[in-house]
Structures are given as structure tokens and as C-alpha cells.
């Protein structure tokens, strides 16, 4: 194993502008797919994926949903302002990001559009915390349906609409609480799940709620400098019982999407099935889990950049993201899909 210091610079990379999708492929199964499992890599079209795969392979998706946790209002002064909801907190309340020109102070009433109110009572997840902490007049889940916007990325610039509210969820999306879709699941459609089951490549779920961290860059320079943000995940007991059958027939576990990677590598870590994961993998992590790997293009200097290196080796990362600025590939969450196998160095014992 390389004894390496890697630093954030090391994950940079230059990308053209106009590689960053806007919108989706018209297909979901459309988009282009980078075989990066060798080299040199492959260029394919992400419909090929059932073909990549064994009957013996357990293929495992993150099955939140995302809401429409964007919210629009003013406060009293007539300020506009505008709230992210990270979070719905156990009792009904919520932790939010928000966007205003001077942060309003505990027990300010908001109005917000569409006729509720948004009380602060805080901050969160503590007095130093970088959420807000709110009530809202009605039920969170209900008020954002009705009111709220699809929580698009930073780089995706329209305002969001129905082919958003259509395509920015993946098409097996059940519980709701994602401020962000697990992206690399997008690309599958009925047709591709239909191939999967024919070829005999069984299924599970886990659900990690994607928060707005993820879209973050690393600012130290030190990796170790970085806190990590945190996300709830759960891991059920039929998908526990689906990997040890696929570990016992000698089968592959393939995760789809960087989200699922997380979940279980944190619950394999902590051996809890329930909670709130920080894990920060770099190089050198050493995963107990996961073999092969779906997945977008990543944002430059990010925390998953840094996962996948630690996945596939970093020189061989690096290569792909050359080739596919190159081959011209469309980026991050609207963008094409990666396939990767983890590096043999990085497997646990036993």
C-alpha cells in the first residue's frame, strides 16, 4: 500500500464548463457509461450495465426520496430570504440552511410563500451550529410538497421544473427526506431493472438521506483538518441477510451510487443498522463491504473525488476523469455514469 500523504489539491482537475450537464439525457438509461474496471477504459452506454454483472452479484440501491425542500419567504421587514431543510428533526421540527442578507434572531416569525409561517427557534444542531432550527405552521413533509421547490445543485442554473421534479428521483424512491438524489441510481429505468432480474442479479436497498453537504468542496488543504459532514442512514435487515447470502455464493456486492458506498461501509464500521454517519473515506480505507461500484462524475476537490480514490486507486481515477473530460462525458448529477472495481489492495481481511 502507498504510504502517500495526500492532500485536497491532489483531487483537482480541470473541467471545460459546459461538460456540467443541465439536463438530464432524454433517456435515463440513455446516458453514456465509462467501464473503468481496467485499462485501458471502455466507452458504453449505461444500458450495458446488466451485462457488466454476474447472477451471483447483489446489486444495492439508496432508496430515498428527494423532497422539495427549497422554501421561499421574508422576513417581518420585509426581507426576502431563503430556506434549505436539511433535516426533519424527530419531533416535527426542522434544521434548515438559510439564505438571507442579515440572519434574523430566535423567536423571529417568517412568512413564507405560499400563506405558513416558519418560527426560529435557534440554531442546530447546538447554539454554535450551522443550521437554523424551525417550526413551521403544518406538517414540514406536506408544506413542502405543496409549496417547495426541487433542491437542485449549486452548478445547475434554470430554476427547477416539472422535468426536474420528474427526473432529479430515481424512479424506486420511497422514503422521502433527500435534499439531494443519489445520482448514479438516476440512469436506471424499467427496462434495466427488467434486464437485471433476467440475468439473475438480486436487489436490496438501504437509505442514506442525502443532505446538501455532500455539494461541499474540502477547504484545508489537510485532509485530516476536514470535518466531515453527517447524514442518517439505515441499513434494513433483509438487505443485512441479502449480503451475507451474496458473501456465502461467492457473489459480488455492487453498490450504485457513492450514498450506498457510505451506508454501508458505515454500518460495517460501527455495526449499527441505524444512525448518523461522518465517515470521511480517503486512500488507505480500508473497505469491509463493497466490491464494485456505479457512479457519476464528481465536483473537483470533493470528498467523494476522494472516496472513489480510495476505491479504485487514485493514478487509475485520475486517468478515467482525463479521459472522460476528453471523451467529452457529461458531469455531476445530470451527468454520465462511471463503473468501477475496488482495487485489490483495498480489501479487509476476512
Known amino acids: 500500500m502507498s ?51 454476474a447472477p451471483n452479484d447483489l446489486l444495492v440501491f439508496n432508496d430515498t426520496q428527494v423532497v422539495k425542500a427549497r422554501l421561499f419567504g421574508e422576513k417581518p421587514t420585509g426581507g426576502r430570504l431563503e430556506l434549505l431543510i436539511e433535516r426533519v428533526l424527530p419531533d416535527g421540527s426542522v434544521a434548515a440552511h438559510m439564505k438571507v442578507s442579515k440572519k434574523p434572531p430566535a423567536g423571529t416569525v417568517l412568512r413564507m410563500d405560499g400563506g405558513f409561517a416558519a418560527t426560529l427557534l435557534g440554531r442546530w444542531p447546538d447554539a454554535d451550529g450551522a443550521l437554523f432550527h424551525l417550526r ?3 406538517d414540514a413533509y406536506a408544506l413542502m410538497a405543496a409549496h417547495g421547490h426541487v433542491p ?11 422535468e426536474d421534479a420528474a427526473r ?15 445520482t448514479a441510481a438516476l440512469h436506471f429505468d424499467q427496462s434495466v431493472l427488467a434486464a437485471l432480474d433476467a440475468r439473475g442479479v438480486r436487489r436490496a436497498a438501504v437509505t442514506l438521506h442525502v443532505g446538501a453537504g455532500t455539494f461541499q468542496p474540502v477547504k484545508t488543504e489537510s485532509l485530516a483538518e476536514h470535518v466531515m459532514h453527517r447524514e442518517r442512514y439505515h441499513v434494513p435487515a433483509a438487505t443485512q441477510a441479502a449480503i451475507a447470502a451474496c458473501r456465502a455464493r461467492q457473489g459480488r456486492v455492487v453498490t450504485v451510487g457513492t450514498t450506498t458506498v457510505r451506508t454501508l461501509e458505515s454500518w460495517a464500521q460501527s455495526g449499527a443498522a441505524d444512525g448518523d454517519t461522518g465517515i470521511f473515506i480517503t486512500p488507505g480505507f480500508r473497505f469491509q463491504v463493497v466490491d464494485a461500484l ?3 462524475f464528481h465536483l473537483p476537490r470533493s470528498t467523494l473525488m476522494m472516496m472513489i480514490s480510495a476505491f479504485a486507486g487514485y493514478e487509475h481515477v485520475m486517468a478515467l476523469y482525463r479521459h472522460a473530460v476528453a471523451a467529452r462525458y457529461r ?20
Open 294 to 296: 456505479v457512479t457519476n
Open 136 to 138: 413551521l405552521s403544518d
Open 168 to 182: 432529479y428521483q430515481t424512479v424506486f424512491a420511497k422514503n422521502p427526506g433527500a435534499v439531494a438524489a443519489p
Open 3 to 53: 504510504e502517500r500523504i495526500f492532500t485536497t489539491s491532489d483531487f483537482d482537475f480541470a473541467l471545460p464548463p459546459e461538460l456540467i450537464a443541465q439536463h438530464p439525457a432524454p433517456e435515463r438509461s440513455g446516458a453514456r457509461l465509462l467501464d473503468g474496471s481496467g485499462a485501458p477504459p471502455v466507452d458504453r452506454v449505461f444500458r450495458d450495465l446488466p451485462a457488466l454483472l
Open 331 to 350: 458531469f455531476f448529477s445530470y451527468g454520465d455514469a462511471m463503473w468501477l472495481k475496488r482495487q485489490a489492495y483495498a480489501t479487509s481481511p476476512g
Open 152 to 162: 437542485l445543485p449549486p452548478y445547475i442554473t434554470h430554476a427547477d421544473s416539472d
